[in-house]
């Protein structure tokens, strides 16, 4: 079993729904949970960031984390076409610098 | 420059040759990381330098992989007597101090024939 567990879809949405994108994990030693987008042949580009467990929100992006399911969610409303792009989670432990990435969600929104 | 440069782009190279992959990370980022990503896959850890030592590499695959930092800057990854399974895209990230928070460069596309 991976340490992170995420559904690799593809997820196909009309412009305008609300999109859920999730991992699971595995390590509960993870304290920094982060959601990375990923354009067709470009590196990751850091959206969201969260320190332990809660809620934060930046624009039409909410990125959630329940330590105790071990379960991380990003929240996309009003989807746009420029949202189509694989999501990567990625979760390190306190004081490490190593990332460990989820295999990513290829999400595609569509006029 | 703005953000991770990394060269080549793209390398074609035969089984068995010798391969540098070369990182400029973001002017005055302490930290560089070298990750690789196989198709359908998320980024795997390699390597991570703190200044011009190599604070952990537990994800490098075996010896024929290695990368330096002689200036605490520019990184290269030396990957030795290539495989086919090397084949991938291998991404270098750079951050400011100790924050989790990386910033990638477009990665270089290795294929080994």
């Known amino acids: 079993q991976k340490e992170v567990e995420q559904d690799p879809g593809p997820l196909s949405v009309p412009e305008g729904a609300i999109v859920s994108l999730n991992c699971t994990y595995s390590n509960s030693a993870f304290q920094y949970f982060m959601w990375y987008r990923q354009y067709s042949r470009k590196g990751p580009e850091l959206l969201m960031y969260?320190?332990?467990?809660g809620n934060k929100e930046d624009g039409r992006f909410t990125a959630q984390v329940d330590k105790s399911s071990k379960y991380i969610s990003l929240f996309i409303r009003d989807s746009q076409p420029s949202d189509s792009a694989t999501y990567l989670c990625?979760?390190?432990?306190?004081?490490?610098?190593?990332?460990?990435f989820g295999a990513g969600t290829r999400l595609a929104v569509h006029p | 420059g703005a953000g991770v440069s990394q060269t080549p782009s793209n390398k074609v190279t035969e089984k068995g040759k010798y391969v540098e992959l070369r990182c400029d990370p973001i002017?005055?980022?302490?930290?560089l990381y070298w990750y690789r990503q196989s198709l359908g896959q998320g980024p795997e850890f390699l390597i991570y330098f703190q200044g011009t030592g190599a604070a952990d590499d537990s994800g490098l695959p075996n010896d024929r992989f290695f990368a330096v930092r002689p200036e605490g800057s520019v990184s290269t990854l030396k990957i030795q007597r290539t495989e086919r399974g090397d084949s991938a895209v291998y991404l270098c990230a750079s951050s400011f101090g100790s924050t989790p928070e990386l910033f990638f460069g477009e990665g270089s596309r290795l294929t080994v024939l």
């Open positions: 969260t320190y332990s467990s």
């Open positions: 002017s005055g980022h302490t930290a």
């Open positions: 990625a979760m390190s432990e306190e004081g490490y610098n190593k990332l460990i």
